[in-house]
């Protein structure tokens, strides 16, 4: 990290340097499935006229093995963004495509 400026406002800092050596590929793969399933969810409440704040009963989840795995970094994330009470994994018939190989159920 750089050294941290002491300023009067952040408004006159100068704006930080990137740096390349923080970049991460698979966290970066496993936060975008995150957005996905928070878009999906929040798209759910609005079309069918709930606050976003509405509490979800039980959230399916119906993805490859691999694909779980590499995302239970982010399950508690996922319950505290959208308000899940309960995460269940199993296979679903009916549900939202969310990714290629990711398909959700949402119960409120």
Do not use: C, M
């Not at 975008?32 to 006229?49: C, F, W």
């Not at 508690?76 to 018939?93: H, P």
Request: zero cysteines; a positive charge; proline letters at 1%.
């Amino acid at each position: 990290f750089r050294k941290i400026e002491k300023i009067k406002s952040i408004h006159i800092n100068s704006w930080p340097e990137y740096d390349r050596t923080l970049k991460n590929k698979k966290i970066e793969s496993k936060a975008q499935t995150l957005i996905d399933l928070v878009i999906a969810i929040r798209k759910e409440k609005s079309e069918n006229g709930y606050s976003l704040k509405k509490e979800i009963q039980k959230f399916t989840i119906d993805a490859d093995k691999i694909i779980l795995e590499n995302f239970s970094l982010f399950l508690q994330d996922l319950k505290e963004v959208s308000n899940i009470d309960k995460i269940e994994f199993r296979k679903i018939k009916d549900g939202i495509i969310v990714q290629k190989n990711i398909k959700i159920k949402i119960e409120f």
